[in-house]
C-alpha cells in the first residue's frame, strides 16, 4: 500500500493538470468569443427584470 499512494497522488496531479488545461482551451476556442460577449451583455439588456415579470 505504501508504493501506490505516491502514485495515486502523481495520477490525481496529472488528471487536474488535464482537465485545467481542457478548460482553458475550451475556454478560449475561437468560437467561443461570440457567445461570452453576449453572456456579458445579459445584465446590460434594456428588458424588463424580474420584478416587473412577477407583476402580470
Known sequence: MHEVLP???????????????????????????RRFEADAMIPLNDDAGPAARNNR
Open 7 to 33: 502514485l495515486l497522488k502523481q495520477l490525481w496531479l496529472v488528471w487536474f493538470l488535464v482537465l485545467f488545461v481542457g478548460i482553458v482551451i475550451w475556454a478560449f476556442r475561437p468560437g467561443a468569443r
